[in-house]
């Protein structure tokens, strides 16, 4: 049994030469596709995508549909490959209906993480550790030392005093941040402790439309709309969308980003290093309470990560720096 890296994430190939995709394109009888970010769409060649309904809906929004699509709930399993393995959905943390992935084939248990975040948000708890995991193949985004970010309410609370300050001043805060679940995030957030409409572009209200099925005391107006034209009309709103665009008032801009911890962003305001993923140390805590027999790193700093794990007792291997394991 082998673990491939493949266009996109991993893909796990049996002995008997059949495979499981996770989060990549690769054609396969199975795929697992983690959560609703374009980067991660994949599967859709497959022949059965497992994935939670609320990530399936929010592809959707997006414009990107699944005729092949298999609902699987967080906490529920279901055998697939005739029976040869087992697979479970768990709660990654990332964002809504995100999804880790437990396999258990041939008396191993493999996890694989997708997109995770091991702290809690506005909106969602932790990442669930998957206890009895031999192999856990791990996101590795953040994962180098210098990656290490204040506590989540900590940057709330200057997000929320940016805001305060600029409305203070008659102008309007926006926002530039991901359409889907970072944007969500700060409607939520603003919800919580803004006393003042939130307008948003049309893709993110798509997207936000989904979130109100879980969350349906969210309160946002999207643009375009009559009621959003009118409150536009003034300057007691904020504004958050997926890209900067003009606004027909006085605005200030601001990105929410974990790569605002080490990156510069010219042109904005304010920058602000809110990240969906787990930092290095979220990322190290979640290797120490799982412990497996192996980790395999993927995605961002993988090579750093595996690195590190193995100076402190962790047998790793980097998919990006080793890209075809062999698990035993």
Sequence with gaps: MELRRGTKGPVLVLGDGRSLTLDSDEESPVACVSHAHMDHLSG????????????RLIFSARGARYTNYRPLRIGESVGALDGSLRISARSSGHMLGSAAFSIDVDGLRLTYTGDMNTSPSVLHDPAEVVEGTDVLVIESTYGSPIYKFAEREEVYSEVVRWVREVMGEGAVPAFNVYAAGKAQELIALFNQTVDVPVVVSWNVGRVAEVYRRTYPWMEFLVEGTREAAEVTRGRGFIYVAERRRGLPVRARWAVATGWALTRSFPGYDAAFPLSSHADFYGLLEYVR????KLVVTVYGHSPTFARFLNRTGFRSVSLDEKPVTRLI
């Design 289 to 292: 309470a799982t412990e497996p």
């Design 44 to 55: 859709r060649s497959s022949g059965v995508a497992l994935m939670t309904e609320e990530t």
